[in-house]
C-alpha cells in the first residue's frame, strides 16, 4: 500500500521542506526567492564533495552530503543577506531573485557540475528518510513557533517599527530567518539530489523558485504546518487529475492554477487556516507578583532624559528646533500643543525613531542618534504609538508578549530540547503579559486578535505593550484619542498609579483637561518650540499657550477656556469629569499684552 | 463560511481518498489480468494475444518541451490507430504528460510500472530519462526511448532501449559530409549552453571537427531563450569562417540563420538535431535555403514506410510531421514487432525481442537495435532547397 505512493509520498516530503525554506522567511515578513539558489548550490557541493556511497555506506554519504549542503545554504544566505537585509518587499524578492538567477548561470558554465546535462548523483534517499528530515524541520519550525524568538520573528513581519521599539534587534531576527531559510533550502537541494539521481542547474530556475513560494503560501505562512499542507495540496492535484481521468494536456495545468486560485481567493491565509488556532492563556496568572524579572528604574529625581538644543528638519522645515528639556525620574509631563508643532516628532527622536539634525540627547545613558531603536528600548525607553502599531494579526495577549521580550529569557533553543526551564520562563512571560492586559482591563480579550479590538481597547493594548517590558520611561502618543470620557477618566487613573509605581511619563495629548489633571509638569510646543513649561496650573494661565492654541487676541475675542477643555483638539474626548484647576479662566484679551516665552521655565543645557 | 469551507475540504479530501483508491485498484486488477492473458500464439502477423497489451508513454505535453511532445503524442497516436486495425494483438495505450518536470516523470514511471505497463515509451527529454529509467530497469520494465539522444541513456542497464539516433551517430556524418562538399577548414561553432540537448550536440560537433581536421576559429555561447544573435553573429563574422556550425533548438534557429543572412553572412549554417523541422522553412523561409542540417530521419525518403507515414500523417493533422513524430511513430512499430516475435507482452520477452530487432524496414530506414540497445540506421545530411529539405550529396 505505502509502496505504491512511495513516490508521490517522496515528492510531498520533499516539496514541504523546500516551502519551509519560504515559510522561515515569510513569517518574520521576508519574501525571498533566493531559496532556488541556495538549494542549488548546496545540491551540487553536497553530490560533488560528500564520498561515495561505496566507501561509507548510504546513509553517512547521505548525512554528509546533507550537512555539506546545509552548510553551504546557510553560508550562501549569510553572504547574500548582509547587504540585502535593508531590502524589503519586493526589493528584497528581486535581489534575491537576482541571486538564483546568477548561481544557475555560474553552475551552468561550471565543469564540474556537468552544465546543462547535469550531475549524476546516486539514489539514497527513502521515503521514509525523507518524512523524518521532514519531521525535523516541521518539529523545529513548531517549536519555534511559541517561542521569544519566533513571536519577536511574526512581531516583525506585522509591523518592523513597532518590533524595534519593543527592544527587538530586527537586523539579527531577519538574518537569523535569512539563515534558517538558507539551511533548509539546502536540506532540501541535497534530499532532492539524492532522489532524482540527476541534477541540473535548470531544476532549481525561477519556476522552482516560483513554485516554493506558492506552495508556502497556498499552505498558509503563518501556521507550522503550512508547507506541508500546501506540498501536500501542489503534489496531489496531478494525481487526482490523472485518477478521476483528465485528458493529459493543457487542461490540467489550466485546471491546478484554478484551483490555486479558488484556495487563495477563498482562504488568504491558506490551508492552514482551516485549522484552528490555540491562544495560551497562563494556567496560573493568580500567583504572579514575584517572578518579575525587573530592572533596575533610576531612583526619583534623577535625570531620565536630557535633551539640549535638539532640532529636527525636514528639507528646511523645522519640525523641532532648539528644544532643551530636562524630564527627571518620576515626573508625569504633558507634552501639548497644537496640531504640526513637533510633538511627535520630538517623541520619536526621544525613543530613536528619528534622528536628530541637531543638538544632543540623552536618554536614560543612550546617547540619542547613534543608538538603534532597540538599544533605546533596551534602556528601558517604551512607547505607544499616534496611529496603533499593533501586531495586527496576533491575539491580544501575544501582543502583550512581544513587549515583553527584553524582560523574558530567550526560550527557542530551551523549547527544541524540551527543557523544563523553557517552559517556565514561558509562564513567567504569559504572566507577565497577562499582568499587563488585566492592568489596562482588557484580560477578557486576551484571545481576541489585535485587529478585531475596538479602537480604544487597541489604544489600551498598546499601553499593555508597551508596560510589558517593564519601562523606566514610558511614552504615550495621544493615548486617550477615540476614547470617550469614562475611558479618558480610567486612563488617566491608570497613569496616575504608573506614575505611583515609579515610572516615568511623557505623554502626548489633545485632552488638555486630562493633561492638566495628570501631569505633575506640562511642557507646550509650538511651531517647533517649547513655548512653555511648568505646573498644569501656570500652564493654563499662560498667555502664550493661549495665543498658541487660540491665536490672537484679535483674532479671536471669545476664546474658550484651555482647562476646561473647549480650546483642544476637537478629537479630543468631552471634558465632562475633569474637574477644573484653579486658574481656569483667562481673559484672552489679556493675552495680547504679555510677552510670550518670558514665563517658560527651562532646563540649562 | 466557515462551516462551508470545512465541508469543501472534507468533501475534497474524502474525494481524494476515493480516488486514489479506485486508481490502486484498477492498477492492481489490470497487472493480474493482463499476465493471464499476455501470452498469446501464432507469431508474427498471425501472433493474436487475448488480453489488451497496456503500454504507457510519458511526454512532455505541456511545459518547456511542450512542442516535441506534441509532436511526439500525435506520432504515437497515428501509428496506435494503424496498429488497432490489425488483427491479433491490441495496445491500451496511455499517454501521460510529465510537464517537462522530472519530479512528474519519475512519479509517471513508477506509476506504470506499478500499474502493470509491459513497456514504457519516453520520456521525451534526456535528462529526464536519466533520472526516470531506472525505475523502469529496477523493476524489469523495459523502456523505449524515442527522443532521448543524449550519451548513457541507454547504460543504465539493460531494460533501455531507444530509437533515436544519438548525436554522436549522427553529426560526425553531417560534418564529413559538409567538410567534403564545401571543404571546410576553420569554422565558427555557436550553440546554447544551458540546455542539455545543445550541449551534448555541440560536444559531438566538436569531436567530428577535429576529426575532420577543421579549425575552430571561435566557440560562441548563448542562451536557449535568447531571441537576438546580431551582436554573437558579427563577433562571428570578424573571424571569416567557411562556415557557421550551431546547436540549437528550433525557437533560437530560426532567428539565428534569419539574422545571419540579413547581416549578409552567406557562408553555410551547418545545423544539429533540432534544426531538423519543418518550421525551419516555414518560419524562415528564404533565409533557411542552403541550411544544412544533419538528422536522424530523412523526411524526403522515398521508402514506402516513409512515404505511407507523411501522407497518413498529413491526413490526419493536416500538417507536415517532425522527426520526432517520425521516431514517436516508428517507436509504436517497433514495439509492436518486438510483441509479435515472440507472440507475448511479458516485460521480459519483450525485452529479448526488442534486443533482437535487426534490418526492419522502418520510417525511419533501415532499422536495427544494436548491442548496446542503441538504434542503429542510416542518418541522413540534409540541405534546403526550395523551401524543403533534399539530401545533401
Given at each position: 500500500m505505502l509502496d505504491q505512493y512511495a513516490t508521490t509520498l517522496t515528492f510531498i516530503a520533499l516539496g514541504a521542506i523546500f516551502a519551509y525554506s519560504f515559510y522561515a522567511v515569510l513569517i518574520a515578513g521576508q519574501l525571498s526567492l533566493g531559496q532556488a539558489g541556495f538549494a542549488s548550490l548546496a545540491a551540487f557541493s553536497g553530490a560533488y564533495l560528500a564520498p561515495d556511497r561505496a566507501d561509507v555506506g548510504d546513509v553517512p554519504a547521505l548525512l554528509i552530503a546533507v550537512a555539506i549542503g546545509m552548510s553551504v545554504g546557510a553560508l550562501a544566505a549569510v553572504m547574500l543577506g548582509?547587504?540585502?537585509?535593508h531590502l524589503r518587499g519586493v526589493f528584497l524578492a528581486i535581489a534575491t531573485l537576482g541571486f538564483a538567477e546568477a548561481v544557475r548561470v555560474v553552475l551552468l558554465n561550471q565543469e564540474w557540475t556537468g552544465g546543462a546535462q547535469g550531475l549524476g548523483v546516486s539514489r539514497i534517499l527513502t521515503v521514509g528518510m525523507a518524512w523524518f528530515a521532514l519531521a525535523l524541520v516541521a518539529y523545529w519550525f513548531w517549536r519555534m513557533g511559541r517561542s521569544r524568538y519566533g513571536r519577536a520573528l511574526e512581531a516583525i513581519r506585522e509591523d518592523e517599527l513597532a518590533a524595534r521599539a519593543m527592544g527587538i534587534d530586527v537586523g539579527r531576527h531577519r538574518l537569523a530567518a535569512f539563515v534558517t531559510a538558507g539551511a533548509v533550502a539546502g536540506l532540501y537541494g541535497v534530499l532532492y539530489a539524492y532522489y532524482v539521481r540527476l541534477i541540473a542547474?535548470?531544476?532549481?530556475?525561477f519556476v522552482a523558485a516560483v513554485e516554493g513560494l506558492v506552495t508556502a503560501v497556498v499552505g498558509g505562512?503563518?501556521?507550522?504546518l503550512g508547507p506541508l499542507l500546501g506540498s501536500g495540496f501542489q503534489t496531489i492535484v496531478p494525481e487526482v487529475q490523472r485518477a478521476v481521468g483528465v485528458?493529459?494536456?493543457?487542461i490540467r495545468p489550466f485546471l491546478a492554477s484554478l484551483l490555486l486560485l479558488v484556495v487563495i481567493l477563498f482562504l488568504p491565509g491558506g490551508l492552514a487556516s482551516l485549522l484552528p488556532r490555540r491562544t495560551r492563556m497562563p494556567?496560573?496568572?493568580?500567583?504572579?507578583?514575584?517572578d518579575r524579572t525587573g530592572r533596575s528604574h533610576p531612583a526619583?529625581?534623577?535625570?531620565?532624559v536630557a535633551l539640549a538644543g535638539l532640532g529636527k528638519e525636514y528639507g528646511g522645515v523645522h519640525?523641532?528646533?532648539g528644544v532643551d528639556l530636562e524630564i527627571r525620574a518620576g515626573e508625569v509631563v504633558g507634552l501639548i500643543g497644537p496640531n504640526g508643532a513637533g510633538k511627535t516628532t520630538l517623541v520619536n527622536m526621544i525613543s530613536g525613531l528619528v534622528p536628530p539634525s541637531s543638538g544632543t540627547a540623552t536618554v536614560l545613558g543612550a546617547e540619542i542618534g547613534r543608538t538603534p531603536v532597540h538599544r533605546i528600548a533596551a534602556a528601558g525607553v517604551s512607547r505607544t504609538f499616534q496611529h496603533s502599531k499593533l501586531?495586527?494579526?496576533?491575539?491580544a495577549l501575544e501582543n502583550v508578549l512581544v513587549g515583553a521580550h527584553l524582560v523574558s529569557r530567550p526560550t527557542f533553543l530551551r523549547r527544541l530540547l524540551w527543557l523544563p526551564s523553557a517552559r517556565r520562563d514561558e509562564q513567567a512571560a504569559l504572566r507577565q503579559a497577562a499582568r499587563c492586559l488585566e492592568r489596562v482591563g482588557l484580560a477578557d480579550l486576551a484571545a481576541s486578535r489585535a485587529e478585531a479590538l475596538s479602537y480604544g481597547d487597541q489604544r489600551r493594548l498598546e499601553i499593555a505593550r508597551a508596560l510589558a517590558s517593564d519601562p523606566s520611561l514610558l511614552i504615550l502618543d495621544e493615548?486617550?484619542?477615540?476614547?470617550?470620557h469614562v475611558e479618558a477618566g480610567r486612563l488617566s487613573e491608570l497613569i496616575t498609579s504608573l506614575a505611583r509605581d515609579g515610572l516615568t511619563i511623557l505623554f502626548i495629548e489633545h485632552n488638555v483637561g486630562m493633561v492638566l489633571q495628570t501631569c505633575t509638569r506640562v511642557v507646550v510646543l509650538n511651531f517647533g518650540e517649547v513655548i512653555a513649561s511648568g505646573a498644569p496650573g501656570e500652564i493654563a494661565a499662560d498667555p502664550a499657550v493661549i495665543e498658541a492654541y487660540l491665536g490672537s487676541a484679535e483674532d479671536d475675542a471669545d476664546g474658550g477656556s484651555l482647562a476646561a477643555g473647549?480650546?483642544?483638539?476637537?478629537?479630543?474626548?468631552?471634558?465632562?469629569?475633569v474637574p477644573p484647576p484653579a486658574?481656569?479662566?483667562?481673559?484672552?484679551?489679556?493675552?495680547?499684552t504679555l510677552e510670550t516665552p518670558d514665563t517658560t521655565r527651562r532646563n540649562a543645557p | 463560511m466557515r462551516t462551508k469551507l470545512y465541508t469543501v475540504a472534507a468533501a475534497s479530501a474524502a474525494a481524494l481518498v476515493l480516488a486514489s483508491c479506485s486508481s490502486g485498484d484498477s492498477g492492481g486488477g489490470d497487472s493480474t489480468a493482463a499476465s493471464g492473458g499476455l501470452t498469446g500464439e501464432g507469431?508474427?502477423?498471425?501472433c493474436t494475444i487475448e488480453g489488451e497489451v497496456p503500454v504507457g508513454a510519458v511526454l512532455?505535453?505541456?511545459?518547456?518541451a511542450a512542442s516535441y511532445g506534441e509532436s511526439q503524442q500525435r506520432g504515437l497516436e497515428l501509428a496506435a490507430a494503424e496498429l488497432a486495425e490489425q488483427d491479433g494483438v491490441t495496445y491500451d495505450l496511455t499517454i501521460e504528460d510529465d510537464q517537462t518536470d522530472p519530479r512528474q516523470a519519475i512519479t509517471l514511471f513508477d506509476e506504470f510500472v506499478n500499474d502493470g505497463a509491459s513497456l514504457v515509451i519516453g520520456p521525451t527529454l534526456s535528462n529526464a530519462a536519466v533520472q526516470a529509467d531506472p525505475i523502469a530497469q529496477e523493476a524489469g520494465v523495459p523502456v523505449l526511448g524515442i527522443s532521448n539522444t543524449a550519451a548513457g541513456v541507454t547504460e543504465i542497464g539493460d531494460y533501455i532501449f531507444r530509437d533515436s539516433l544519438t548525436e554522436q551517430a549522427v553529426i560526425p556524418q553531417t560534418i564529413e559530409a559538409a567538410t567534403e562538399q564545401f571543404g571546410l577548414e576553420n569554422v565558427v561553432v555557436m550553440y546554447s549552453n544551458d540546455d542539455a540537448f545543445t550541449e551534448s550536440g555541440y560536444e559531438a560537433f566538436a569531436a567530428a571537427l577535429e576529426e575532420q581536421g577543421v579549425e575552430i576559429s571561435e566557440t560562441i555561447t548563448f542562451s536557449k531563450?535568447?531571441?537576438?544573435f546580431r551582436a554573437l553573429l558579427t563577433q562571428a563574422q570578424e573571424s571569416d569562417p567557411d562556415a557557421i556550425v550551431v546547436s540549437a533548438l528550433i525557437e533560437a534557429a530560426v532567428p539565428l540563420v534569419t539574422q545571419a543572412r540579413e547581416l549578409g553572412i552567406d557562408v553555410p549554417i551547418i545545423g544539429g538535431?533540432?534544426?531538423?523541422?519543418?518550421r525551419l522553412m516555414a518560419d524562415a523561409g528564404e533565409a533557411a535555403e542552403g541550411v544544412v542540417v544533419g538528422a536522424?530521419?530523412?523526411?524526403?525518403?522515398?521508402?514506402p514506410e516513409n512515404q505511407a507515414f507523411l501522407e497518413a500523417y498529413e491526413a490526419e493533422y493536416g500538417a507536415q510531421p517532425d522527426q520526432f513524430a517520425a521516431q514517436a511513430y516508428t517507436g509504436l512499430k517497433l514495439v509492436d514487432q518486438a510483441v509479435r516475435a515472440n507472440c507475448s507482452a511479458e516485460r521480459d520477452s519483450i525485452q529479448e525481442a526488442l534486443g533482437q530487432i535487426e534490418n526492419v524496414p522502418t520510417v525511419l530506414g533501415e532499422f536495427s537495435i544494436d548491442e548496446n540497445r542503441d538504434a542503429d540506421h542510416p542518418a541522413v545530411v540534409q540541405v534546403v532547397e526550395n523551401g524543403s529539405f533534399a539530401v545533401l550529396e
Open positions: 548582509l547587504p540585502t537585509m542547474p535548470d531544476d532549481f530556475d505562512s503563518t501556521m507550522f485528458e493529459a494536456g493543457w494556567s496560573d496568572a493568580g500567583d504572579a507578583a514575584d526619583a529625581g534623577d535625570t531620565v519640525a523641532v528646533r501586531f495586527n494579526r496576533l491575539s493615548p486617550a484619542a477615540g476614547m470617550n473647549t480650546a483642544a483638539d476637537p478629537t479630543a474626548g468631552s471634558p465632562d469629569g486658574a481656569v479662566n483667562v481673559d484672552p484679551a489679556a493675552a495680547g | 507469431s508474427g502477423d498471425s512532455s505535453l505541456t511545459g518547456a531563450s535568447d531571441t537576438d538535431n533540432g534544426f531538423n523541422n519543418p536522424a530521419w530523412n523526411s524526403s525518403s522515398d521508402n
